[in-house]
């Protein structure tokens, strides 16, 4: 399938059938998210991913429609940032360091830049932005899982304590943003019959 096609094709599966997703495809998945756009660079986030049968068990009543998860091969819990300090910025530009054989010093004018980024933004604010980065991510795994023929349901509906204590999140410091259930859509899963609904192009995009 191309691009158009897989966004046809995909849609929010509300069952799946239970059969896991090959690790090939998975991984490929996983890479799509990780190169994904993100503002200067920082990936504000990361991600988990539970295939354990048991594990996700127990992330069962967590969400208040559960039969996306009882079902779904895996699911990924994207997690972000609730505080940017220097120290994790230190490790972003040490990082870029040895992956470009650069100087610190040639990168003083980057640095300069995203320390005055942070500092000009609340801790609140800063919270916002990487949980909109981290849907920057949730577009790409959702896209790849489309091109790979793998099905998708984004989730926001959970209760966020339930999800911390099994995946073991620090609070202090990060959050679950939202989640994405993947697999394949069951046979009798009836939304997969419906026609794509959305907003004819006329009234979605003006030219200027």
């Not at 980065?133 to 577009?139: E, F």
Request: proline letters at 2%; aromatic letters at 10%.
């Amino acid at each position: 399938m191309n691009y158009l096609e897989a966004l046809n094709w995909r849609y929010s599966v509300k069952k799946f059938d239970g059969k896991k997703i090959s690790s090939e495809k998975l991984n490929n998945i996983l890479e799509a998210g990780r190169l994904s756009v993100s503002s200067l660079g920082l990936q504000p986030y990361h991600l988990l991913v539970v295939g354990n049968d048991k594990t996700i068990q127990k992330l069962i009543p967590a969400f208040y429609n559960p039969s996306q998860i009882s079902t779904c091969s895996h699911l990924i819990a994207l997690v972000t940032k609730t505080h940017i300090n220097k120290e994790y910025v230190d490790n972003y530009f040490s990082h870029i360091i040895n992956e470009r054989g650069v100087t610190l010093e040639q990168l003083s004018a980057f640095r300069n830049n995203i320390n005055l980024f942070l500092e000009n933004y609340t801790q609140k604010e800063l919270e916002s932005w990487s949980e909109k980065q981290s849907y920057i991510v949730l577009g790409s795994l959702i896209m790849a899982s489309a091109e790979e023929e793998i099905d998708t349901c984004p989730m926001e509906g959970f209760k966020a304590d339930i999800l911390e204590d099994v995946l073991k999140i620090d609070k202090e410091h990060e959050k679950i943003a939202v989640v994405l259930a993947l697999g394949y859509r069951a046979e009798d899963d009836i939304f997969q019959n419906f026609k794509k609904v959305r907003k004819p192009a006329d009234k979605f995009i003006k030219f200027f």
